[in-house]
Antibody, heavy 113, light 110 residues
Framework: EVQVVESGGGLVQPGGSLRLSCVVSGFTFSSSWMHWVRQAPGKGLVWVSR????????SYADSVKGRFTISRDNAKNTLYLQMSSLRVEDTAVYYCAISDGAWGQGTLVTVSS | QSALTQPASVSGSPGQSITISCTGTSSDVGSYNYVSWYQQHPGKAPRVMIYEVSNRPSGVSNRFSGSKSGNTASLTISGLQAEDEADYYC??????????FGTGTKVTVL
């Protein structure tokens, strides 16, 4: 069974930083593109970032470009999202997703003073 | 990176068929056969129902089908059941090597 588990969310002040992690099991992690997707409370899904299977190529939504960095460690079956210069509008549940596959349950990031 | 356009809500009676549209542009839906559809029940993580326009992952009912014409993709649910009541989102790859989600559609089973 494929399992996707995010961690690292929490409360952070505006301008602060946070690193999210996502561990994948039961799946050949190194063969799949991976994504981060977020959902603000009561709102729709918003794509955040994507990384290719070998980590050689990344892509970002305009709203996070220059502030967020996606990376992966295929030896640890782990995906990361380093978030800096956080804004109130970054408050959301952040999901880790296998491309066209399973998603985790999400981790809540709250940006507030 | 404007969101793809979906109807805010669609409803149908049990046993009926409904179709949800997802309208983009020639820079996303119209350029690739990389359109997926996700189902999300309240408080739950999204689940992929269709990928690459019309492919169904194992375990997804064959009552769900997808198609595309030009810049518009569609998800059809046939034989509507109470458990199909949920939010549905389309997502497409874009010519900027990004992805973009649709605005979401709430499906109500009457």
């Amino acid at each position: 069974e494929v399992q996707v588990v995010e961690s690292g969310g929490g409360l952070v002040q505006p301008g602060g930083s946070l690193r999210l992690s996502c561990v994948v099991s039961g799946f050949t992690f190194s063969s799949s593109w991976m994504h981060w997707v977020r959902q603000a409370p009561g709102k729709g899904l918003v794509w955040v970032s994507r990384i290719t299977s070998d980590g050689s190529s990344t892509s970002y939504a305009d709203s996070v470009k220059g502030r967020f960095t996606i990376s992966r460690d295929n030896a640890k079956n782990t995906l990361y999202l380093q978030m800096s210069s956080l804004r109130v509008e970054d408050t959301a549940v952040y999901y880790c997703a296998i491309s066209d596959g399973a998603w985790g349950q999400g981790t809540l990031v709250t940006v507030s003073s | 990176q404007s969101a793809l356009t979906q109807p805010a809500s669609v409803s149908g009676s049990p046993g009926q068929s409904i179709t949800i549209s997802c309208t983009g542009t020639s820079s996303d839906v119209g350029s690739y056969n990389y359109v997926s559809w996700y189902q999300q029940h309240p408080g739950k993580a999204p689940r992929v129902m269709i990928y690459e326009v019309s492919n169904r992952p194992s375990g997804v009912s064959n009552r769900f089908s997808g198609s595309k014409s030009g810049n518009t993709a569609s998800l059809t649910i046939s034989g509507l059941q109470a458990e199909d009541e949920a939010d549905y989102y389309c997502v497409s790859y874009t010519t900027s090597s990004t992805n973009v989600f649709g605005t979401g559609t709430k499906v109500t089973v009457l």
